[in-house]
């Protein structure tokens, strides 16, 4: 079973929840840049595990199905149909063999996510299917998609929506879908500025108040040379006191460092492991999905928290998904 | 004695074990082995396990720690009980692990440049830099890069003006104070002074880089024809 690529998009690569427990070796964790929506396109085709998904930026791919596949769009909206026909996002869709999927506008965030039952058949390469360019690692031969690709679909056991197969069969349309849809976070994606909760980082207090005032009080744009390793930002200059002296250590997904000139990066998903510049703040892990889908020019402003709020926030998160996958399990099982 | 490591959080999912703030051979080597017992049998929850010069930092899933009054209250007190059982425990020497180098030629295009500036020849370059023993402070940059420590002060050499875009894979680096080799072709501003044949980052190998933190490094020369028949042999 193959969706053949007939179109690349501009970046459209395999990833999962990322590389864990070989940072020590310089690998970067990678993994999806939203990783919320990431999740969420699996448990909706009801994968039991972290297969990969295809992680689809700002201008997506056109794919042709060569055999019926069950599969989910979560994430940024980029207007994804089939023959004219929108597709609809964070629901299971049912596709026919033949079937063409497009993408077009770019119309809320810019990162969907599609998801296929059984995942994309790739080999784990240091105990995850990632791709990271840099390196040329994981994925599909460690890039991103390229037209003529064929992605195979792994197995996957029973027909998790018989009621689907038998709605496709009866109709004359390319694809399926059921009435309802998960939350998945699609109004917040529009906010604009977007507004993105910040824990005080290791480096905190070697800034000036004048300094922290300027991160927590203006607004940033996303700069143009932003990419999948981190978001430069336009705004106030955050300078410390004086020229800061520190040695390398380890950094995050979130770590808002700031180099000499005091243009603050937030690191993503590809980041480096270790890093030597001054932290000024770490971005609360239940907003990093929301700091995934904005693109170069879009604006966001940061809002003070504490740790324990941070926690507290992504523990109620990891309870959503927990909720979002047993209301689809009791479903299925009706 | 060293003093107590400091716990301070790095956001919700990470936290950083700071034991020193100066660069130190002994605390480098008891950061190394907090580093390897506490993989041996890491606390649930914890992912990652990242040791750089003077900080351990463990990347975690707050989900799993969970209970407490916060995962991160809940996973310091398991670290300073850790810690604190840790702290007379002998520390193991760590390895020493030699690679072989051809210095100058076409495999080491600036080691003229380089004993230029220091008025020495490329022999003596050569031969400063195969004979000291550098400590694997941490990784990173790239997978298995390593930061290697102590090069001789006679040939640290100011980072080239303009990187070059493509650094080939093996190469050999004067930067600053520092030395290393390069585990992937990528664009690097340091000086190339020759290049080894062993691999340094090989994905699909467990563990898939040739050096850890808490290694000793010796750089062993070799000739041309010894850095041909290593490098077909690997092939």
């Given at each position: 079973m193959n969706i053949r690529v007939l179109k690349p998009g501009v970046l459209t690569t395999l990833q999962d929840s990322g590389r864990n427990g070989y940072q020590h070796y310089g690998v970067p964790v990678s993994g999806a840049m939203d990783l919320f929506s990431h999740r969420v396109a699996n448990i909706l085709v009801g994968n039991p595990g972290d297969e990969a998904t295809l992680e689809i930026t700002l201008q997506g791919p056109r794919l042709e199905f060569d055999q019926d596949t069950v599969i989910a769009i979560c994430g940024g909206d980029l207007s994804p149909t089939i023959g004219g026909a929108e597709v609809p996002e964070g629901k299971a869709v049912r596709v026919r063999a033949g079937s063409v999927l497009d993408f077009g506008a770019c119309?809320?965030?810019c990162r969907a996510y599609l998801a296929a039952r059984g995942g994309f058949d790739v080999p784990q390469v240091m105990g995850s299917r990632s791709t990271y360019e840099t390196a040329q690692l994981g994925g599909m031969h460690g890039r991103a998609l390229k037209k003529d690709d064929r992605l195979r679909i792994g197995e996957s056991t029973g027909d998790i929506y018989p009621d689907l197969d038998a709605k496709l069969a009866r109709s004359r349309r390319a694809f399926a879908f059921p009435k309802w849809a998960v939350n998945q976070h699609i109004e917040k994606?529009?906010?604009?500025?977007q507004v993105v909760r910040i824990i005080p980082g290791?480096?905190?207090?070697?800034?000036p108040a004048k300094a922290r005032d300027a991160l927590t009080e203006t607004e940033f744009r996303i700069a143009p040379d932003s990419n999948r390793m981190g978001f430069r930002l336009d705004g106030a200059a955050i300078e410390p006191e004086k020229p800061l002296e520190i040695l390398s250590e380890a950094v995050t997904f979130g770590t808002i460092q700031v180099p000499p000139g005091g243009k603050p990066i937030v690191l993503m998903a590809d980041r480096q492991t270790v890093g030597g510049y001054p932290k000024i703040a770490e971005v609360a892990s239940v907003d990093l999905h929301l700091l995934a889908q904005l693109k170069p020019g879009d604006r966001l402003r940061f809002e003070l928290v504490s740790l324990a709020q941070a926690q507290a926030l992504w523990l109620a998160r990891e309870q959503e998904i927990m909720t979002i996958r047993e209301a689809i399990e009791k479903h299925l099982s009706e | 004695m060293l003093p107590n490591p400091r716990l301070i959080p790095m956001g919700d999912r990470a936290l950083v074990i700071e034991f020193g703030d100066r660069l130190d051979p002994e605390l480098s080597a008891r950061i190394a082995a907090a580093a390897q017992h506490l993989r041996a049998s890491p606390p649930p929850g914890v992912l990652d396990i990242v040791p750089a010069y003077t900080t351990l930092a463990l990347h975690y899933d707050p989900a799993i720690i969970g209970?407490?009054?916060t995962p991160y209250e809940a996973l310091i007190e398991q670290i300073e009980a850790w810690l604190h059982a840790q702290a007379d425990v002998q520390l193991p020497p760590g390895r020493l692990v030699e690679i072989p180098v051809c210095y100058g030629g076409g495999l080491g295009e600036d080691l003229e440049e380089v004993a230029r500036q220091h008025g020495l020849t490329p022999e003596e370059v050569a031969t400063i830099h195969a004979s000291t023993d550098y400590r694997v402070y941490m990784l990173g940059f790239?997978?298995?890069?390593a930061y290697l420590g102590n090069l001789d002060s006679r040939i640290a050499t100011p980072r080239r003006d303009t990187p070059r875009p493509h650094v080939p894979v093996g190469s050999v680096a004067i930067g600053g104070d520092q030395t290393g080799v390069y585990p992937l072709e990528t664009p690097g501003g340091w000086h190339l002074v020759g290049r080894t044949p062993v691999r340094m980052f090989t994905p699909e190998a467990e563990p898939p880089c040739l050096l850890g933190a808490g290694d000793t490094v010796r750089f062993v020369p070799i000739s041309r024809a010894e850095f041909d028949a290593l490098s077909g042999s690997r092939a």
């Open positions: 119309r809320a965030g994606l529009g906010r604009t500025p290791r480096h905190w207090e070697a800034f | 209970a407490g009054d790239v997978p298995g890069f």
